[in-house]
């Protein structure tokens, strides 16, 4: 028989999976990384700057996308990968930031589908649903705090002086700033770990001696604080 167990402790874990997943997920789509100095579209970089005479704008480089101005587009700013094929990503570390992101937001989405049928399910070949994910959310940040941490080494490739001066170097954005999808993508990353700490907390709630008394005297639907 399938009891129905929903306690404030495992659905706050799950908004709270679905949330990180979410934003994990958003914020690696975003070419909000970093974002460009002023420039207009027919702009000429010089030792401060892009001097040229029309409206300024920034544009914003992704990992694998970026926002620029185009001086025949009328129609405001145009956005869209500009790697085509892996090989064509800025640089080598942002190649392997891909693949570490890419593989956390991937175990993030498999808890944040999962996490929606625990209260359904709570254990999976005799072992807690929610510590699996709990462990699997583990995993996940860590690969999202490797990719985080060689995201930074890419700022010296050519793609990245095009956008931030000649300045940009390792661990050094130059004339950039750092864009909302790189602060997006570490609250995100904290936000899993507080996950997996909190999933042993939606264990104890799942099965707590209340869960078990209601369930022997035959509730299926079992509600509790």
């Given at each position: 028989?399938?009891?129905?167990?929903?306690?404030?402790?495992?659905?706050?874990?799950?908004?709270?999976?679905?949330?990180?997943?979410?934003?994990?997920?958003?914020?690696f789509?975003?070419?909000?990384?970093?974002?460009?100095?002023?420039?207009?579209?027919?702009?000429?970089?010089?030792?401060?700057?892009?001097?040229?005479?029309?409206?300024?704008?920034?544009?914003?480089?992704?990992?694998?996308?970026?926002?620029?101005?185009?001086?025949?587009?009328?129609?405001?700013?145009l956005?869209?990968?500009?790697?085509?094929?892996?090989?064509?990503?800025?640089s080598?570390?942002?190649?392997?930031?891909?693949?570490?992101?890419?593989?956390?937001?991937?175990?993030?989405?498999?808890?944040?589908?999962?996490?929606?049928?625990t209260?359904?399910?709570?254990?999976?070949?005799?072992?807690?649903?929610?510590?699996?994910c709990?462990?699997?959310?583990?995993?996940?940040?860590?690969?999202?705090?490797?990719?985080?941490?060689?995201?930074?080494?890419?700022?010296?490739?050519?793609?990245?002086?095009?956008?931030?001066?000649?300045?940009?170097?390792?661990?050094?954005?130059?004339?950039?700033?750092?864009?909302?999808?790189?602060?997006?993508?570490?609250?995100?990353?904290?936000?899993?770990?507080v996950?997996?700490?909190?999933?042993?907390?939606?264990?104890?709630?799942?099965?707590?001696?209340?869960?078990?008394?209601?369930?022997?005297?035959?509730?299926?639907?079992?509600?509790l604080?």
């Open positions: 028989m399938c009891h129905v167990i929903v306690t404030c402790r495992s659905m706050l874990w799950t908004l709270l999976s679905i949330v990180a997943a979410f934003g994990e997920l958003i914020a789509m975003s070419t909000d990384w970093l974002v460009g100095f002023p420039r207009t579209p027919d702009a000429v970089f010089g030792p401060h700057g892009a001097t040229t005479a029309g409206e300024a704008y920034r544009p914003t480089l992704g990992i694998y996308g970026r926002c620029i101005k185009l001086p025949h587009l009328h129609r405001g700013i956005c869209g990968p500009y790697a085509v094929h892996f090989g064509e990503i800025a080598g570390f942002w190649q392997a930031t891909s693949i570490f992101l890419a593989t956390g937001i991937l175990l993030l989405c498999a808890v944040a589908f999962i996490s929606v049928f209260m359904c399910f709570q254990s999976i070949m005799k072992k807690s649903i929610f510590n699996v709990g462990l699997l959310q583990g995993i996940a940040g860590l690969f999202l705090i490797l990719g985080l941490m060689l995201y930074p080494a890419g700022w010296g490739s050519d793609k990245v002086q095009l956008y931030c001066g000649p300045d940009a170097a390792p661990y050094r954005a130059g004339l950039c700033s750092m864009g909302w999808a790189f602060y997006t993508a570490m609250g995100g990353t904290v936000l899993t770990f996950c997996a700490v909190f999933s042993a907390q939606a264990e104890i709630a799942t099965s707590s001696d209340k869960v078990q008394e209601e369930i022997e005297e035959g509730k299926s639907l079992i509600c604080l």
